[in-house]
């Protein structure tokens, strides 16, 4: 199965930016969709973006204006751009493959986000 590593985050004032990457471990990261989830305790994983193969972005309402997504097939990774973080934002982020609708890879660690004064 593809395995994903996910990194870039960390801890960032109120109104600062991040950017989040997710590697994958297999060459063919053309033919899966890529969504960024966000989780936090006590709490039900969030979808926070999808880019699709042809390149076609979808992001939440609660992130729309301030994250954006990418992907670089030729590197099998893609990102997410946190800009203007709020300290609701802050989550383990996660990201994920999917194809015929289904979740593809193995869930990564995550990586996590911390907005904070």
């Known amino acids: 199965q593809v395995q994903v590593v996910e990194s870039g985050g960390g801890l960032v004032q109120p109104g600062g930016s991040l950017r989040l990457s997710c590697t994958a471990s297999?060459?063919?990261?053309?033919?899966?969709?890529i969504n960024w989830y966000r989780q936090t305790p006590g709490k039900q994983r969030e979808l926070v973006a999808t880019?699709?193969?042809?390149?076609?972005?979808t992001v939440a309402d609660s992130v729309k204006g301030r994250f954006t997504i990418s992907r670089d097939n030729a590197k099998n990774t893609a990102h997410l751009q946190m800009n203007s973080l709020k300290p609701e934002d802050t989550a383990v982020y996660y990201c994920?493959?999917?194809?015929?609708?289904?979740?593809?890879?193995?869930w990564g660690q995550g990586t996590q986000v911390t907005v904070s004064s």
């Open positions: 994920n493959g999917v194809k015929f609708g289904v979740l593809q890879f193995l």
């Open positions: 297999r060459s063919s990261f053309s033919i899966y969709g």
């Open positions: 880019i699709r193969t042809d390149g076609g972005i």
